[in-house]
Nanobody
């Protein structure tokens, strides 16, 4: 069973930055897609950013220009650089990877709290 592990969450003031990291027992470099999702209390889980095996990226409108998804090929991790954080970015952030179409693997999540 493939496992995904997120790290890098925490408490940050508005306007601050965090870098989230996703590591896996499988090779993220070979995944069709690796994505970051988030879920705030009482809300549905939503896509934040996604990167394809070929490097194509897409972002939620709410984070465009502030968040950057990228790969660290040496470490085989996927990063989410989150800048200019706002209180509405507060959520549990999850990493998802798909190696076979239709089969998604999820991590346990990391809490991001943006508050003064």
């Amino acid at each position: 069973q493939v496992q995904l592990v997120e790290s890098g969450g925490g408490l940050v003031q508005p306007g601050g930055s965090l870098r989230l990291s996703c590591a896996s027992s499988g090779s993220l470099l070979s995944a069709n897609y690796v994505g970051w999702y988030r879920q705030a209390p009482g809300e549905q889980r939503e896509l934040v950013a996604r990167i394809s095996r070929g490097g194509a990226t897409n972002y939620a409108d709410s984070v465009k220009g502030r968040f950057i998804i990228s790969r660290d090929n040496r470490k085989d991790t996927v990063l989410l650089q989150s800048n200019s954080l706002k209180p509405e970015d507060t959520a549990i952030y999850y990493c998802m990877a798909e190696w076979v179409e239709g089969y998604e693997y999820w991590g346990q999540g990391t809490q991001v709290t943006v508050s003064s």
